[in-house]
């Protein structure tokens, strides 16, 4: 019963940086984790980056010191500030909510990072 947009994706040079968004909507009340998760072709889909109802957040080995996770005072949009980015960094970047009505998923926005 939540929705989730995902938008902000793009290309990128290496050492740039892009802001991802994710807008929700439906039974927001519901919603006790938001994350953000990547997936590259022929590869598992991975946990990037999380924040709890109350503001906690955690982050992959990967990521940590690079990326920031947070949300608008309506905690209706998330974003994934991505910096200094590097190569290993492009996939297919999805938004995921988790809360007491169920699991919902964002449709991919594309993050590539060149060389």
């Known amino acids: 019963q939540v929705q989730l947009v995902e938008s902000g994706g793009g290309l990128v040079q290496a050492g740039g940086s892009l802001r991802l968004s994710c807008t929700a909507s439906g039974t927001i009340f519901s919603i006790n984790l938001m994350g953000w998760y990547r997936q590259v072709s022929g590869k598992q889909r991975e946990l990037v980056a999380r924040i709890t109802r109350g503001g906690s957040t955690s982050y992959a080995d990967s990521v940590k010191d690079r990326f920031t996770i947070s949300r608008d005072n309506a905690q209706n949009t998330v974003y994934l500030q991505m910096n200094s980015l590097k190569p290993e960094d492009t996939a297919v970047y999805y938004c995921?909510?988790?809360?007491?009505?169920?699991?919902?998923w964002g449709q991919g926005t594309q993050v590539t990072v060149s060389t």
């Open positions: 995921n909510s988790l809360g007491a009505l169920g699991n919902s």
